[in-house]
């Protein structure tokens, strides 16, 4: 059995989308994103699934960085989930959560939650842990602390918590996308992939030097064939301040014609271009239907 490395304790998001990708996959909690992804270099599992980017708060940043500067893997498939934050309390420690002096979570959970703290919890000491499941698990350890956790519903059957405000996130909007990533580039194929399966690419493109109008010659190289660019997001190089790369997405599949040729112009350019992945793209929804018509297809 393959083995999918997490950002754990269990409860966390991570855990559930590794769930919902590879369900048949062992799954492995590690302390942080960086031992996550460590681990498939190490041979201690096949996969790593790790949060990559918040519609509210954006990218991931730990994640990204340690993906580019340390450990660079195959992006095989990706996974968009809705998140939604909760306040939960020990059964034993209050007799109203706006009693809560303290708050655990992960730092995006945190500034998910920004205006909810603030209006209703204003006084309350934030106390940032490695992940929103750890957070839990602190608050089922300590039930005697004056605190709470922010956690998922998962996190809070896990650890026998209490929900004590549900939703508490600021936007209702709120998704990550999750990447499944695995050493060296085999593809990610199994009976989740339909016709109906949309793909990305993704790249890094480093610009010669900065001169006006370098960015618009690489996204020229795009457009003039129609490729449509999902994101594009500049990061620093960590050599001195001005130095930055571009991490481009592009709706399509990796081909034999388009592909090739843009990172050829690019590449005559002075660009450097790194192909980070070609990988297919699924929805939460779209891969809770598809075990619920398993289970359908199993009892008839």
Known sequence: MEKVGFLGPKGSFTEAAAKALVPSNERVPFRSIPDTMDAVSEGKVDHAMVPME????GSVNITLDYFIHHQRMNMAAEIVAPIEQHLLVSNQNL????????????PQAIAQCHQFLRKYLPEAEISY?????????????????????????????AYGLKIAQRKINDYENNRTRFLLLTKGDKPFSNKLISDETTYKTSMMISLPSDFSGALHQVLSAFSWRKMNLTKIESRPTKTGLGNYFFIIDVAMKRDNVLIPSVCEELEALGCGVQVLGS????????????????????ST
Do not use: M, R
């Not at 809560?100 to 992960?106: A, F, I």
């Not at 490695?130 to 809070?156: C, F, G, L, V």
């Open 279 to 298: 990988y297919p793209c699924f929805s939460w929804e779209e891969l809770q239907n598809i075990g619920e018509k398993v289970v359908e297809t199993k």
């Open 95 to 106: 007799s109203s959560w706006d009693e809560v002096k303290k708050v655990y979570s992960h």
């Open 54 to 57: 918040n519609a509210i708060e």
């Open 129 to 157: 842990v490695n992940s929103t499941a750890a957070a839990a698990k602190y608050i089922q350890e300590n039930p005697d602390e004056s605190a709470a956790a922010i956690a998922n519903n998962i996190a809070a059957d």
